[in-house]
């Protein structure tokens, strides 16, 4: 069974900086688009980014552009997000995701396996 892992939430001040890892188990994630999508209390899910296994092309939600870098480590099995400049919109809880690496719609919808999430709160 496809297992994902979140893990590096935490409370950080504004301005600050956090990595979220997604650690792949029972199957190799070089073979599937990668996405990290989020969920803030009362919000609609929104897609953050997506790296994608055959050319690296890699995709951003417009307010991230600029303070999230999504990376990928197959040798560990693992894909990263690295944030900066967070903000306090930025709060929600984080899933990463598989997609087909065919999809042309990740990290916005068709996700087929996600993980339990990690908390991120942005506050003073």
């Known amino acids: 069974q496809v297992q994902l892992v979140e893990s590096g939430g935490g409370l950080v001040q504004p301005g600050g900086s956090l990595r979220l890892s997604c650690a792949a188990s029972?199957?190799?994630?070089?073979?599937?688009?990668i996405g990290w999508f989020r969920q803030a209390p009362g919000k609609e899910r929104e897609g953050v980014s997506c790296i994608y296994p055959n050319d690296g092309n890699i995709q951003y939600v417009d307010s991230v552009k600029g303070r999230f870098t999504i990376s990928r480590d197959n040798a560990k099995n693992t894909v990263y997000l690295q944030m900066n400049s967070l903000k306090p919109e930025d709060t929600a809880v984080y899933y990463c995701?598989?997609?087909?690496?065919?999809?042309?719609?990740?990290?916005?919808?068709?996700?087929?396996?996600w993980g339990k999430g990690t908390l991120v709160t942005v506050s003073s």
């Open positions: 995701a598989t997609y087909s690496r065919y999809s042309n719609n990740c990290p916005q919808g068709g996700m087929q396996n």
């Open positions: 029972r199957f190799t994630l070089d073979y599937y688009a």
